[in-house]
């Protein structure tokens, strides 16, 4: 559903567990911007920083290498790519059916909470995240992009995975177009995130923490841009479907462009 970056001379490339992996360079760009604030910190700033990067990048490879087992799983290859703050698991061979791309679009947020009650666990086994001022900063870390970056990705916003699930669901109920519902749904539950983060960035923090729950973020600048474009994104395919759906486009098992369709 997301176009596959072009591959640029300064990709990082490796392999994981068989699996091939390209890092765009603005993967690096932008988790390094989105941890910007760490360098407030006036003696471990730097520190904090490039341990963000470091988590942020081992964090999206696990998420991303939960959605290429799940791909391996149904008989397929995978190949992983990294860019912007986020990722794509890609397979050219494998053909699974709607159940089994709810599995393997689960699979992505499923591997980074494992990951995040493998920090938890082996926190409460050995306790060592109080061992240092590090620690603890490395702790705080593994298990906020790990929770958040799943939670988020959970969100029935397309293209994240929670996005891709209520197309598939869609698809199962046997609506007529999947995609059309799955993009309304998206640009609504983007639109609401959008408020939500308007809302609690005008609310004063004292009364902000009277009202949400703690575990509950506030929104920044950030999140009012992320889902803004997620949410004019999902409009501008809707636009799209609807001015091709009477060129027959209307197959729910493809959302292929027309002029990039190999069958
Ligand atoms: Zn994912």
């Not at 765009?24 to 003696?43: Q, R």
């Not at 705080?140 to 799943?150: T, Y």
């Not at 869609?170 to 809302?199: D, H, Q």
């Not at 004019?232 to 462009?257: A, C, E, I, V």
Request: with cysteine; proline share 7%.
């Amino acid at each position: 559903m997301i176009a596959e970056p072009t591959p640029t001379p300064y990709d990082l490339k490796f392999r994981s567990f068989g699996f091939p992996v390209r890092v765009h360079p603005l993967f690096w760009v932008i988790s390094a911007l989105l941890g910007a604030n760490l360098l407030n910190d006036p003696d471990h700033g730097v520190l904090f920083l490039l341990m963000w990067v470091g988590v942020s990048f081992v964090s999206i490879l696990v998420h991303e290498l939960g959605h290429g087992f799940a791909y391996r799983h149904y008989g397929g290859d995978g190949r992983l790519w990294l860019y912007w703050f986020g990722g794509l698991a890609i397979s050219d061979t494998a053909r699974p059916n709607a159940k089994q791309r709810i599995v393997i679009a689960l699979a992505g947020p499923g591997a980074g909470f494992l990951l995040a009650a493998t920090v938890l666990l082996t926190n409460r086994a050995a306790e060592w995240a109080t061992a240092s001022v590090l620690t603890a900063e490395l702790y705080w870390q593994l298990m906020w992009v790990n929770l958040a970056w799943g939670v988020v990705n959970l969100l029935p916003i397309v293209p994240l995975d929670g996005g891709q699930v209520t197309r598939e669901v869609c698809t199962l109920l046997r609506l007529r177009r999947p995609l059309e519902t799955a993009l309304k749904i998206s640009i609504g539950a983007a639109g609401a995130c959008v408020l939500y983060s308007l809302l609690t960035m005008l609310t004063p923090p004292r009364e902000l923490a009277q009202i949400l729950p703690w575990w509950m973020p506030a929104g920044s600048l950030y999140t009012v841009m992320m889902f803004g474009f997620l949410a004019y994104g999902s409009w501008q395919q809707l636009q799209f479907l609807s001015r091709y759906s009477s060129y027959g486009w209307n197959d729910p098992d493809d959302d292929t462009p027309p002029w990039r369709r190999r069958r």
